[in-house]
């Protein structure tokens, strides 16, 4: 069965340092999601990504964060410079319609120390 | 601008009983609803979907979810619980056609459901 996956699995940081958060969504999808959740807490959206281009973002996907499709399998996201409240699990999710349900990936633990 | 609301952190169910986790939605057009379910440390896991038709929806491990439009409820339920079952759970809306809404997945707080032996 296709999945969406992440990597690395866990990711430990310095603040002030750049993160770059990898997936692969599953092949046939065309629309891209990053999600981030805090202490298993709620699931907050981060930003969608369709057609080579942000189609929407939250008020935390603010001038620190930026995603890439470099090529035609990875979607990355990328934190410039890390804050100790960046610290969650990111989630990445492809969907192959706009309104169908996205698919997870099993999620990136950032620890920013 | 559209939200989910599951009005409980958590809930506890005997195994064998039936469970019940609610939630409830807030657009102001027409939902497509969800319900993901989270294991410890890992993703989420779709579940269920509504989109039309029979308000009854039956989804993966024999959990079903009822659409109500009066109520704007949309509670999952599975008639006899498994300890296995003991996960988050989360409901998310996206709202279709008209304006004020968006298609990406809005996602409740999340219910704990605790399954007891």
């Known amino acids: 069965e296709p999945e969406v996956t992440q990597t690395p699995s866990h990711q430990v940081t310095q603040m002030g340092q750049e993160v770059i958060l990898r997936c692969v969504p599953i092949?046939?999808?065309?629309?891209f999601y990053w999600y981030r959740q805090i202490l298993g807490q709620k699931v907050e959206f981060l930003v969608s990504?369709?057609?080579?281009?942000?189609?929407?973002k939250s008020e935390i996907f603010d001038d620190q964060f930026s995603v890439e499709r470099p090529d035609g399998s990875n979607f990355t996201l990328k934190i410039r410079s890390t804050k100790l409240e960046d610290s969650a699990m990111y989630f990445c999710?492809?969907?192959?319609?706009?309104?169908?349900?996205?698919?997870f990936g099993q999620g990136t633990r950032l620890t920013v120390v | 601008a559209q939200s989910v609301a599951q009005p409980e952190d958590q809930v506890n169910v005997a195994e064998g009983n039936p469970l019940t986790v609610k939630c409830t939605y807030s657009v102001s057009g027409n939902p497509y609803l969800f319900w993901y379910v989270q294991y410890p440390n890992r993703g989420l896991q779709f579940l269920l979907k509504?989109?039309?038709?029979?308000?009854l929806v039956k989804g993966s491990y024999g959990f079903e979810a009822e659409f109500n439009k009066s109520q704007t409820s949309f509670h999952l339920k599975k008639p006899s619980a498994l300890v296995s079952d003991s996960a988050l759970y989360f409901c998310?809306?996206?709202?279709?056609?008209?304006?004020?809404?968006?298609?990406?997945?809005?996602f409740g707080r999340g219910t704990s459901l605790i399954v007891h032996p």
């Open positions: 990504f369709y057609n080579n281009e942000i189609s929407e």
């Open positions: 092949s046939n999808h065309l629309y």
């Open positions: 509504y989109i039309t038709g029979d308000n």
């Open positions: 999710a492809s969907s192959d319609l706009e309104e169908g349900e996205a698919f």
């Open positions: 998310a809306v996206i709202k279709i056609g008209g304006t004020g809404g968006s298609y990406i997945p809005t």
